[in-house]
């Protein structure tokens, strides 16, 4: 558990980060991350084979720290949310797109749908969904 408070705010949030580890492989969701990670917590998550990770800012970490973040933990597969993109997201938030830029385009995958099967990764990739009516009930 991470406990912390939101810069510029009065809100202070507990954030839960959870680690699954299944056939061989090492899964993190951080969940509401709203501030970087002191290097003790990141030696403990790392490496990560697939990373969730916030990158929309306001409410949560903004796309530079979640870049630095999932370098830190060694992040094979990473996987943007709680963004603003097309159609979907608050307008306080960032687009995916900030995040993104951040990265090699060779480094960016897009997958139709909401679905991932995950398998173990040389190549860092970022993984982005563009969800269809299937997703969004």
Not at 110 to 128: D, F, H, N, T, W
Request: aromatic fraction near 6%; proline fraction near 6%.
């Amino acid at each position: 558990e991470i406990s912390a408070c939101l810069v510029g705010s009065e809100m202070c949030i507990r954030d839960r980060c959870s680690v699954v580890e299944a056939e061989g492989m090492r899964i993190a969701h951080l969940g509401d991350l709203g501030h970087t990670l002191d290097p003790e917590t990141a030696a403990k998550l790392k490496p990560l084979d697939v990373l969730m990770i916030p990158v929309g800012g306001y409410y949560t970490i903004c796309p530079q720290q979640a870049k630095e973040i999932a370098i830190a933990l060694d992040a094979k597969t990473i996987i943007p949310m709680h963004y603003r993109g097309a159609g979907i997201g608050l307008e306080n938030v960032a687009y995916v797109d900030d995040f993104l830029a951040l990265w090699d385009d060779d480094d960016i995958v897009y997958l139709p749908g909401c679905e991932y099967e995950v398998k173990p990764s040389a190549k860092r990739q970022i993984v982005v969904f563009e969800p269809d009516e299937n997703c969004i009930k």
